[in-house]
């Protein structure tokens, strides 16, 4: 009906791009197969650094001090930037470049590592999940709120759009139920159900009560 007075799908759209600005929505931003896996890749570092920092920090501490301080020292779990440095810093043990490590004790660390589960695969897997978690790409940054005389326009503009639908809705449209679909009309309550008067009833004079009695003879009937 209200089709037939202009009513739109460029006007239902024009509403809710007006209601969108009033309430400050954004849409979603699109999806973006990059930053998914992204997100999984650090899903599962998350889930192994902790574990490998263990075994790490367990076999070195006491059988190859000097090499669990040039790995650990200043490393904590919990974090694709902690996984990146621990990586970077096995690669530089690998080419026998780690500071204070000899090359004989990081031959030995690497086998001790691998011995306890780290091998060279699996540090080339964390590398490459590595590389993936820290390609996410940038979304682009939230809109600022909007300023007060800016939100007082926006509601302007609503509250025109809402004065002159709702006007012509209420003039071409005379039923009610629809009316209250559109939020222009409410359900009526339903009427109480009239109740009768309680009766009150009239308690008897004390005065009525008080019968002379005389000794011996019959009360009366």
Known sequence: ??????????EHQRGWG???EVSGFSPAPSYNAVNQDSVAAIVQLDADDE??????????????????AALLDGLEPGSVV????????????????????????AE????????RGPDEDAWARLAAL???????????????AASRAELEAALRKARAFYDEWSAIARAVITRRD??????????????AAE??????????DAADDETDVTPGASAPA
């Open 1 to 10: 009906m209200l089709r037939e007075h202009g009513y739109t799908e460029e």
């Open 18 to 20: 007006l209601v969108h």
């Open 51 to 68: 574990r490998i920092h263990t075994i790490a920090d367990a076999c070195l501490k006491h059988r190859m001090p000097t090499v669990h």
């Open 82 to 105: 902690y996984t990146a440095q621990l990586v970077s810093r096995v690669g530089a043990l690998r080419q026998g470049t780690l500071p204070d490590v000899t090359e004989e004790q």
């Open 108 to 115: 030995q660390a690497l086998a001790l590592l691998a011995a």
């Open 130 to 144: 590595v590389a993936q978690a820290q390609a996410a790409s940038t979304e682009e940054a939230p809109t600022p």
């Open 178 to 191: 629809h009316l209250i679909l559109l939020g222009l009309a409410t359900r009526r309550s339903p009427k």
């Open 195 to 204: 109740v009768p008067e309680p009766v009150t009833s009239i308690a008897p």
